[in-house]
T-cell receptor, first 114, second 114 residues
Framework: AQTVTQSQPEMSVQEAETVTLSCTYD???????LFWYKQPPSRQMILVIR??????QNATENRFSVNFQKAAKSFSLKISDSQLGDTAMYFC???????????FGGGTRLMVKP | ETGVTQTPRHLVMGMTNKKSLKCEQH?????MYWYKQSAKKPLELMFVYSLEERVENNSVPSRFSPECPNSSHLFLHLHTLQPEDSALYLC?????????????FGEGSWLTVV
């Protein structure tokens, strides 16, 4: 079974600054996918970024980028130039290539302060 | 605007009631999911459907009964629920089940069991 751990229950950052959210996972699989989802107060889970484990290059989406360290089983999310609209819960998630299940971490509540 | 629509957004029901949650996806996907999000636990996968066939049932009590009449619609029938079943129920879809396909979520249905 896979587990996903987010060790920071809450974080805050000043507007325009950079923040990094941590995520570690445990798996015996070699082929898998990692995701970061954002859940704003509206409660809809919105995909932020997706990483394929077989790709060494870190995924980026505009102000969002990841630091994927496969050997360390670490998948952190960096948000640059933080905006007030980035305030949300952020969930790290894992999916094995052979499975149907998206396994989520416990989430990190991010507050962007003006 | 989301490609996955859930109704109702809020539902209050007694323990002896029978109600249903409805989900519709407008993305042309073949797989649909029910997830449960409660206050003190990470998101939990409940059911997975692929081309209207249930492919995963994650040890969910029988008081939750899913139905997938076609690839665009998914229901969760509820009967004789317990107060601990109060949670946010998230419907989701993906192009195919598993294999790293990105999962897209609806805005959720808030369920309160009294």
């Amino acid at each position: 079974a896979q587990t996903v751990t987010q060790s920071q229950p809450e974080m805050s950052v000043q507007e325009a600054e950079t923040v990094t959210l941590s995520c570690t996972y445990d798996t015996s699989e070699n082929n898998y996918y990692l995701f970061w989802y954002k859940q704003p107060p509206s409660r809809q889970m919105i995909l932020v970024i997706r990483q394929e484990a077989y790709k060494q290059q870190n995924a980026t989406e505009n102000r969002f980028s990841v630091n994927f360290q496969k050997a360390a089983k670490s998948f952190s999310l960096k948000i640059s130039d933080s905006q007030l609209g980035d305030t949300a819960m952020y969930f790290c998630a894992f999916m094995a290539n052979a499975g149907n299940m998206l396994t989520f971490g416990g989430g990190t509540r991010l507050m962007v302060k003006p | 605007e989301t490609g996955v629509t859930q109704t109702p957004r809020h539902l209050v029901m007694g323990m002896t009631n029978k109600k249903s949650l409805k989900c519709e996806q407008h993305l042309g996907h073949n797989a649909m999911y029910w997830y449960k999000q409660s206050a003190k636990k990470p998101l939990e996968l409940m059911f997975v459907y692929s081309l209207e066939e249930r492919v995963e049932n994650n040890s969910v009590p029988s008081r939750f009964s899913p139905e997938c009449p076609n690839s665009s619609h998914l229901f969760l029938h509820l009967h004789t629920l317990q107060p601990e079943d109060s949670a946010l129920y998230l419907c989701a879809s993906s192009q195919e089940a598993g294999s790293g396909n990105t999962i897209y979520f609806g805005e959720g249905s808030w369920l309160t069991v009294v």
